[in-house]
C-alpha cells in the first residue's frame, strides 16, 4: 500500500473552498487514490476516488498530479457540518482492507 | 442512498458474555465488512465476507466469528467478551459493480465490556 502523508491539522473559513493536500509518493501505477472522513463518533464516509484524471462529484473534487504522487480534495464551499478528520488513501493491490492514517483534522469556523 | 445500520450504538457486557452485533445494509451489496476502531491503532479489519455463508480473516480475527446467512445481513459475535474487546465497532458494506474499496460504514456500535 502506498504510505500517505497528510498536514496533522487545517482550518477553513465557512463558505470558502477548503483544500486538503495528500503526498503519496510511493503509489504504484495501478493504485487509486481514495479519500474518506469521519465527523466525531460517526462512521468514516467515503468522499471521492481517482487514479489519474481528476474527478468531481455531488461532495468534492479530486486533483491528482500527472506524476501522481499527490493529490488535492477541494471541497468547494465548506460548511460547519464538514468539520471532520480526512483520511487519504491508496488503495493497495491484493489488500482486503482500508488502512486510515491519522488524516488532517479540518476545522471549518464560521 | 445506500443505508448501512447496526442494532446498537451502545452496549455494555460483562466479561464472559457472548455478545452479538448485527449490521444490515440495503443495498445489495456483495461485500461487507467488520472493523473496530481503537485511538492510535486506526481502523482494524477483524473479518470480511465476499458473498453469503463465505468469510475472510481481516488482521485481528482472535476472538471474533461472524455469520452471514443473508445477503444483506452480517453479524460480528464475541464469544466471550472479554475487556480488550472494549471498542468502536464498524460494519461497512461495498459493490463489486462499482468498487471494493467504495465503502459505506454504518454509525458504529460502542461495545465496553466490563
Known amino acids: 500500500d502506498a504510505k500517505t502523508t497528510q498536514p496533522t491539522s487545517m482550518d477553513c473559513a465557512e463558505g470558502r473552498a477548503a483544500n486538503l493536500p495528500c503526498n503519496h509518493s510511493t503509489i504504484s501505477g495501478n493504485e487509486y487514490v481514495y479519500w474518506y472522513r469521519q465527523i466525531h463518533s460517526q462512521g468514516p464516509q467515503y468522499i471521492i476516488h481517482?487514479?489519474?484524471n481528476n474527478e468531481t462529484n455531488e461532495m468534492a473534487s479530486l486533483i491528482i498530479t500527472e506524476d501522481r504522487k499527490s493529490s488535492t480534495l477541494i471541497l468547494p464551499h465548506a460548511t460547519l457540518r464538514d468539520t471532520a478528520v480526512y483520511y487519504c488513501?491508496?488503495?493497495?493491490?491484493?489488500?482486503?482492507?482500508?488502512?486510515f492514517g491519522k488524516g488532517t483534522k479540518l476545522s471549518v469556523i464560521p | 442512498d445506500v443505508k448501512v445500520t447496526q442494532s446498537s450504538r451502545y452496549l455494555v457486557k460483562r466479561t464472559g458474555e457472548k455478545v452479538f452485533l448485527e449490521c444490515v445494509q440495503d443495498m445489495d451489496h456483495e461485500n461487507m465488512f467488520w472493523y473496530r476502531q481503537d485511538p492510535g491503532l486506526g481502523l482494524r479489519l477483524i473479518y470480511f465476507?465476499?458473498?453469503?455463508?463465505?468469510?475472510e480473516k481481516g488482521d485481528i480475527p482472535e476472538g471474533y466469528s461472524v455469520s452471514r446467512e443473508k445477503k444483506e445481513r452480517f453479524s460480528l459475535i464475541l464469544e466471550s467478551a472479554s475487556t480488550n474487546q472494549t471498542s468502536m465497532y464498524l460494519c461497512?458494506?461495498?459493490?463489486?459493480?462499482?468498487?471494493?474499496?467504495?465503502?459505506?460504514f454504518g454509525p458504529g456500535t460502542r461495545l465496553t465490556v466490563t
Open positions: 488513501i491508496g488503495s493497495g493491490a491484493g489488500s482486503y482492507q482500508l488502512t
Open positions: 461497512a458494506s461495498s459493490s463489486n459493480r462499482r468498487d471494493f474499496y467504495e465503502q459505506y
Open positions: 481517482g487514479l489519474k
Open positions: 465476507s465476499y458473498d453469503v455463508k463465505m468469510k
